[in-house]
């Protein structure tokens, strides 16, 4: 391999549509000149940047599940009403919806690289602002802030990480790729299950809230010289491919997405507080959504080169979209003795269904441009719309006093997802 051109690669050629690749979408594809990958020289230089993406991944789910792990400490201690309660834990996913369309934008301004930065710098400074407690006005105007500009940063990195991590590791796209997915559901994996043991060690649900912008600033601060050093040029944006908002293929793609983005976001926000209700204590509770995201992993993994095997995709996305929605119920108000069976149900189904989703991407569309508009609609519709699984929990929970009505509502989620996922899995191309 040349050390000058550490991405040449002389043994065969990546396939496209093997597993997790599938998933991993460039959102500068209409950008001309094509954006140049990131630029290093030599092995060592190529496996940091490497280094570095995926501990960027491994901070954009903390936010999330951390959260949740001391959400009774955090209403009690802070004296949150109900209602903000509903808006943090709604808030972070509605801007992943709000700022994913900005991330193309900026990056043709200032580079893929430097917008990362940025965004790391601001979800770091988001994470040591949440648990702050400002005089005269107590916890909450710090927990929107913090928990807002979180949400903004994860956006960019969202939608600008998967570019980045096809663009710079063409030659190992499958290993890259499988990296980056665990990382994304490891982040959540960590949140839930640290969160609590660093509470009760210190005795301060912000100091657990806290710990969790160390890891934050040590990625920034190795990502920082690879940045910096970039070169950017000047492109403009020229769009290629099939208008997707025009296609009944592609609502049907972003309808089930939003359904999946309803109960994944819900079980990152909610599934720690509904079985704590349920008795179990927050160490044990942690632990069991815990691995229950583990089990998310091994759906990720698997689930999308087990869907490009087959003709069409309309019996694996309604098997997993039905696994999640009754899972997630079950875990509600299924026998408790049974919650690890529960719980297990839900991860395979809900890292499945995540996992399916984003490949229909890949699966509906001819070319990268129609790839990366179809992935922008998703993303913008899905998160902004999927949001309002968290919101509908928090207002059933705070109508009715429990989380029965919610697991209700996740049958029908559930059910409305295998219901379009089969429509969404047919044997067909967004513009024919």
């Known amino acids: 391999m040349d050390a000058q051109n550490p ?39 190529l496996a940091y940047l490497g280094l570095c993406l995926v501990l960027i991944g ?42 994913a369309p900005l991330a ?22 988001g994470l040591l ?64 299950g640290f969160t609590y043991p660093v509470f009760s060690a210190t005795g301060q ?18 990502f920082l010289p690879v940045a910096v050093r970039q070169r950017h040029g000047q492109h403009t944006a020229v769009r290629e491919g099939v208008n997707v908002w025009r ?23 909610w599934l720690a507080p509904i079985l704590r209700e349920r008795g179990v204590d927050g160490g044990t509770a942690g632990l ?14 698997f689930a999308p080169a087990l869907a490009a095997r087959f003709r069409d995709q309309r019996v694996i996305n309604s098997v997993v979209a039905l696994m999640t929605g009754g899972g997630f119920a079950l875990s509600i108000f299924g026998p408790l003795e049974l919650v690890w069976v529960w719980t297990g149900l839900l991860g395979l189904g809900q890292g499945s269904l995540t996992a399916v989703a984003l490949t229909m991407i890949m699966l509906r569309t001819r070319d990268g441009h129609t790839a990366a508009h179809l992935s922008g609609m998703m993303q913008g519709v899905g998160y902004g719309l999927g949001s309002t699984g968290t919101l509908l929990v928090g207002q059933l929970h705070q109508g009715t ?32």
């Not at 802070?78 to 919806?97: D, H």
């Not at 949400?151 to 980045?164: D, E, H, M, Q, T």
């Not at 989380?403 to 513009?431: D, E």
């Open 205 to 222: 649900w912000t100091s657990a809230l806290w710990f969790w912008a160390a890891p934050a600033a040590v990625v920034l601060l190795l």
């Open 288 to 301: 069991i959504v815990s691995v229950s995201i583990v089990l998310q992993m091994l759906g990720s993994l």
């Open 401 to 432: 006093g429990s989380f029965t009505a919610a697991g209700l509502l996740f049958l029908a989620v559930g059910t409305l997802a295998a219901v379009f996922g089969y429509r969404a899995g047919r044997n067909r191309y967004i513009g024919g």
């Open 7 to 45: 991405r040449q690669h002389d043994g065969n050629q990546p396939q496209p549509n093997a597993g997790n690749p599938n998933i991993l979408v460039d959102a500068e594809a209409d950008d001309v000149p094509a954006a140049e990958p990131t630029r290093v020289t030599g092995r060592r230089a």
């Open 247 to 269: 296609s009944a293929v592609a609502w049907q793609v972003t309808i089930f997405m939003v359904l999946q983005a309803m109960m994944s976001f819900s079980v990152f926000a």
């Open 129 to 192: 602002l949440r648990p702050a407690e400002i005089a005269g006005a107590g916890h909450l105007p710090a927990l929107f802030a913090g928990t807002a500009a979180c949400g903004a940063a994860i956006a960019l990195c969202n939608v600008l990480l998967p570019g980045l991590v096809k663009r710079d590791f063409p030659h190992r796209l499958g290993l890259m790729g499988g990296l980056y997915t665990t990382a994304i559901c490891a982040s959540a994996a960590l949140g839930a």
């Open 58 to 99: 491994l901070n954009l789910r903390t936010v999330f599940s951390s959260f949740s792990a001391v959400l009774p400490e955090v209403t009690s201690n802070a004296g949150l009403p109900g209602w903000a309660v509903v808006v943090l834990t709604t808030v972070p996913v509605t801007l992943l919806g709000v700022f």
């Open 104 to 125: 193309p934008v900026l990056a043709r301004r200032f580079g893929a690289e430097r917008v990362l930065l940025g965004a790391m710098a601001v979800l770091t400074a």
